[in-house]
């Protein structure tokens, strides 16, 4: 019941990103627009996946997710 409550508090909160992100209150250009909506489909570096897991390690989340996931 745990797990199915923060999978669907991952998920509520990773729209809401996606909603805010979309709303921009300059207009783009279309080449812009482009650039931008490729960058985000090519994915990330294997260096910013590694900078993301220390970052994360060091701010603890590493260790709450565990322990959440733990059950106790």
């Given at each position: 019941m745990k797990s199915t409550i923060v999978a669907f508090a991952l998920v509520a909160g990773a729209l809401t990103g996606v909603a805010h992100a979309a709303v921009t209150s300059n207009p783009m250009s279309v080449q812009t627009e482009q650039a931008v909506a490729k960058h985000?489909?090519?994915?990330?570096?294997?260096?910013?996946v590694k900078r993301e897991l220390v970052q994360?390690?060091?701010?603890?989340q590493i260790a709450a997710l565990r322990s959440l996931y733990q059950g106790s």
């Open positions: 985000a489909y090519e994915g990330k570096t294997r260096a910013e994360a390690q060091r701010d603890g």
